[in-house]
């Protein structure tokens, strides 16, 4: 069993910098993949960034790329993501995921949740 607490999250400018954090509870943080996903209002959950247990692995999805990083610190467990140049059509609640399959880019690979955190970006 994990759980996910998200913060970070708040208004922002556009071009502008947040980093999100997500803290788990239990002894077994560094065996599972994390992801963040992302949901705007009227709009499907959105598959936003991934991370394998190590954190050599990574993936993102195509219109974050170059801006948005993950990275995870097992010792603390925790994982981030590090949001730079953001844009209004970033605008969300942001949620973190924790995979024991390893790296998924759907929320169906994703066995636990976090109560997310919103994330606006003003033009």
């Known amino acids: 069993q994990v759980q996910l607490v998200e913060s970070g999250g708040g208004l922002v400018q556009a071009g502008g910098s947040l980093r999100l954090s997500c803290a788990a509870s239990g002894r077994t943080f560094s065996s599972y993949a994390m992801g963040w996903f992302r949901q705007a209002p009227g709009k499907e959950r959105e598959f936003v960034a991934t991370i394998n247990w190590s954190g050599r692995d990574t993936d993102y999805t195509g219109s974050v790329k170059g801006r948005f990083t993950i990275s995870r610190d097992n010792a603390k467990n925790t994982v981030y993501l590090q949001m730079n140049s953001l844009k209004p059509e970033d605008t969300a609640k942001y949620f973190c995921?924790?995979?024991?399959?390893?790296?998924?880019?759907?929320?169906?690979?994703?066995?636990?949740w976090g109560q997310g955190t919103q994330v606006t970006v003003s033009s």
């Open positions: 995921a924790a995979s024991n399959h390893g790296v998924a880019t759907t929320g169906r690979g994703y066995s636990y």
